[in-house]
């Protein structure tokens, strides 16, 4: 997608990959402190105040690094993007992560399937689709999933393949 798309449909991806860029971005600060909140009041019964606070200066902070990330990504010709979007988006565990265990959370219980697959995800915060970082994100994110297969598969039969 880099440069000019050739065609109607890259066209339409880059649309697709646009909004969920946007999307993303736009969730991510307010999916931080949504993390922090429902930790803290299974830990403690409540939200504190510095908790809050810290939790919307991370909210910030992941957005401001995780969003140009996924922007990059979604910007970058399809046949070259290495990962998706999703998985940018959960290197933002990191973000609520960072203020639960400077207030003195303890790590919650996660089966061994989540151990392995996200050991760094102590308090079992990655999303699992698009939806769990903003129920409008779920939409947009299959747009753009369907979008990218479509492209990918008109370049494969372009190519002679089946």
Not at 41 to 70: M, N, S
Not at 125 to 137: E, V
Request: contains cysteine.
């Amino acid at each position: 997608m880099d440069g000019v798309p050739n065609s109607a449909d890259e066209l339409m991806l880059r649309g697709h990959a646009d909004a969920l860029a946007a999307g993303i971005e736009a969730a991510l600060p307010e999916w931080v402190q949504r993390c922090v909140a429902r930790i803290m009041v299974a830990w403690v019964g409540e939200l504190p105040e510095a908790a809050a606070r810290e939790a919307a200066v991370a909210g910030r902070a992941a957005a401001a690094e995780i969003g140009p990330a996924v922007r990059t990504l979604l910007t970058t010709d399809v046949d070259q993007q290495a990962t998706g979007p999703l998985a940018l988006a959960r290197e933002a565990v990191r973000f609520p992560t960072d203020v639960l265990a400077v207030a003195g959370v303890p790590p919650v219980v996660r089966d061994a399937f989540a151990e392995r697959t996200f050991p760094a995800d102590v308090y079992d915060l990655a999303p699992a689709s698009f939806g769990d970082l903003d129920p409008a994100l779920q939409e947009a994110g299959i747009a753009w999933g369907a979008s990218k297969a479509h492209v990918m598969l008109s370049r494969r039969r372009a190519e002679g393949h089946r």
